[in-house]
C-alpha cells in the first residue's frame, strides 16, 4: 500500500497512554474514550488499568466533550430498548442514590396507576447507599433479573417494571459501577452522570425525573456540587432528546424513618397506603407530579401532585405495586401482611445522652452503619441481609429528653450491632435545649435545561 499519499494512518490507541493523558489533565478524543469503553467491556484492559484512568478521572476531571463520549460509549456497549410499541409515555425517575430513600418503590407503581409506562432499570447499593434492587429482593421470591421479553411482558400487563441492569443493557457501567465501588472513585460528578445517564438512556424513555441528592448522606455534600451534576445530566439528557428535570433534594438526613432493605419495604408500602413519614410523602407527590408534567398527563406540578394524592387516596397506586410483585414472582401477601418480609431476630436502642434538639444526622454514618449490621456490601462479594437496618423515632428539628430513643437498631449479630451502635449514637448531634432547631426545606431547587418551560 502505498503510504506517501494522503494523510498517515492513525496510530493504534495505547491504554497507557489514555490513562497518562488523563492523569496530566489533557482532554481525550472521543475515539480514546470510546476504545477504552469498549475494550474494558470485552475484558480487553485489565481493571488494574481501568482503576488507574477512573482515578485520574477522579482528580483531574471531565470536559463536557468528554463527558459526552464516555456517555455515548457506554450507552452504545449494550442494546437500547425500543418501547415505541407502548403508545403512553415513558418516563422514569432515577436518584443519585441516599439513604433510606425508597422513593423508586412508591414512584414506579404510582406514576403506572397515572398512565404512564415506567420501566425502571436500577442499581444495587453503592457505597454507604441503598440499592432499590436489594430493597425489592427482601421480597420473598422477587425476581430483578427479567430478559428483555419478560421485561416488555410486565410493562404490558401492568405500565411497570423494576429491574437489574441485564447483560444487554449498558453492560460498561455494570463493570464500571462495580470497579469504582471497591477503589474510591464513586464521587465524581462526570463518571455519575455518564454512569446515570447511559442507563437511563438505554430504557427507551421519553422523559426522566432526577432526584439529585445533597447532604452528609449524598455523594455530593455540598449543594453547588450536585447542581453542578444536575446540569451536566440535564444537559445531557437534552442533548439526546429527552425531556428532563432535575430536582435538588435534601440528604442531610435520612429519609423517612426506616433504613435498610426490608424496613424500607414497609415503609414504601405505608406511603402508598398513605400514611407513612409526611416529608417521604411529600418528596413522593412531588417527583411524581413532575413525572406527570413531563408525561404530558397534566399541565401543572401541582396538577401533578394531586392526582398522584388522588391514586394514592384511591389504592390504585397499591394494586398496581401488588400486580407488579406478583408478576415478577414475589409474594404479594407482604403487601396486606408486611410481617412476610424478612425480620431480623433482635433490636436494641440508641438512647440519647443529653436533652435537647437535635441539631444534625450525620446521614452518611447512618447509611455506613445499616452497611455494617449487614445491610450493604463492604466488599464486592458479600451478601446482603435484608432483615437489618435502624428505625429512627427523632430527626433533625425534633425535641428529646436524656434517655429517650432516638433510634432503634434491627440486626441479627451481637458484634456487628455493638459496632453499627457506636457509630448511630455518635450520628446524632444533640444541642442546647435553648436552641430550637429548624427544619430543613426537602426540595431546595428544580433545574430545567434551555428546552424546559
Ligand atoms: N447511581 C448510579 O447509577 N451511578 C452512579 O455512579 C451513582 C449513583
Known sequence: MNQTRGSPAPLPIRTIDVIRRKRDGEELSRAEIEYLVRAYTIGEIPDYQVSAWLMAV???????????????????????????????????????????????LVLAPLAAAGGLVVPMISGRGLGHTGGTLDKLESIPGFNVNLSVPEFRRVLAACGCAMIGQTAEIAPADRKLYALRDV?????????????????????????LVLDV??????????????????????????RMGKAIVALITDMDQPLGSQVGNSLEVIEAIDVLRGAGPEELRELCLELAGWMFVLGGVVDSVADGKTRAA??????????????????????????????RLPRSRYTLTVNSPASGWIASINCEAVGTACVVLGGGREKKEDGIDPAVGIVLHRKA?????????????????EARARRAQEMLLNSYHVADEAAPVRKKMLVHRVIRGSGGK
Open 58 to 104: 477522579i482528580l483531574r476531571g471531565l470536559s463536557r466533550a468528554e463527558t459526552s463520549a464516555l456517555t455515548d460509549a457506554m450507552l452504545r456497549s449494550g442494546d437500547v430498548l425500543d418501547l415505541t410499541e407502548f403508545s403512553a409515555k415513558k418516563v422514569d425517575k432515577h436518584s443519585t442514590g441516599g439513604v433510606g430513600d425508597k422513593t423508586s
Open 183 to 207: 477503589t474510591a472513585t464513586v464521587e465524581s460528578p462526570y463518571l455519575i452522570c455518564a454512569s446515570i445517564m447511559s442507563k437511563k438512556l438505554a430504557e427507551g424513555i421519553d422523559a
Open 213 to 238: 441528592k445533597t447532604g452528609s448522606g449524598a455523594f455530593m455534600k455540598e449543594e453547588k456540587d450536585a447542581v453542578f451534576l444536575a446540569e451536566l445530566m440535564v444537559e445531557t439528557g437534552e
Open 310 to 339: 388522588e391514586l394514592i387516596q384511591s389504592g390504585q397506586a397499591l394494586e398496581k405495586l401488588r400486580r407488579m410483585v406478583k408478576l415478577q414472582g414475589g409474594d404479594e401477601g407482604v403487601i396486606d401482611n408486611p410481617e
Open 397 to 413: 428539628g425534633d425535641a428529646i429528653r436524656a434517655g429517650e430513643t432516638l433510634c432503634t437498631v434491627h440486626y441479627n449479630s
